[in-house]
């Protein structure tokens, strides 16, 4: 495939939430399946992908892709440990591009917090790279893709609200939850998510409180944001807060302090908190910094599409 398109692309990423998730299932393979209605969030990691020009050959004539990663803001990897990268070769891979790209990701997301940081940065590459080189890709080529990824990928391109099934990939598009504000709080511990399945599969059944998803669906067709924070709910936040107090710390605090609904998102440790309007939403955000020393508190609002702004021209959304 020869090379076409803008030399640089800015992406803005959607981190999302888990209005509820449910694991219905263990599979053979080891793997579950969950049952997720998902939310994306303007809350994310910026991106700019700059492509460099072709690789020069080797001395047997073959020409590969070439990725750097520049990463600020929280630690993360710069090799293939790190999904962004991972994106950018896999298309580039896919598309049989022998280009050189340099990926600059300015993390604003904490880290392994339940916020499907990894999978958003992922998805702002994919797309971005769409962009970037005109491949023509489909949101279903995109998706797809992205499921060899990670579980989250497919719903972070894709964003907006969704009910999320299988191992993520099956998704079905929700009306939208336009301008409901969010307080996100991220507390300074470690979740393993595969330790945490572990732990699910070992822990009591009388112990688990399951989401009623169904009931989530039709409170948010029917647009009743009311109902939809009542119906708050995931099957990992007994177990987490069992061994991070501080998880339901923060649920009840939001709870106390005026969120209309509170919740733990995936597999946490971030929760977040539903609040009617803005200036509650800050007011609350302001005593939560005050209250939890050390942890990540952001205000944010739900969110539909990813931003993909080609240097010159008008942002696209995605």
Known sequence: MQFSGAGCVRVSTRAKINLTLDIIGRRADGYHDIDSIMQSIELGDELLLRDCGSMTGAADG?????????????NVPADDANLAVRAAQLVLRTCGLDRALEIRLHKRLPVAAGLAGGSSDAAGVISGLNTLYSLGFTQADMEALGHTLGSDVPFCIRCGTARAEGAGERLTQLPFLSDVWVIVMTPPVMVST?????????WPAS????????AMETYIRQGDIAGVASAL?????PIVSSLHPIVEEMVRFLLREGATGAMMS???????GLVPNEGSVREICHRAMRTFDGCFVAVTRTADRMLVD?????????
């Open 310 to 318: 080609v240097e010159g021209r008008q942002k696209e959304r995605y």
């Open 194 to 202: 595969a330790e945490l399945y572990r732990t699910y599969d070992s």
């Open 233 to 237: 709910g995931n099957v990992f936040y």
């Open 62 to 74: 073959s020409r590969r892709p070439s990725v750097e990663l520049i990463a600020t803001g929280y």
């Open 207 to 214: 112990d688990i409180r399951r989401p009623d998803t169904g």
């Open 266 to 272: 995936g597999s946490g440790p971030s929760v977040f």
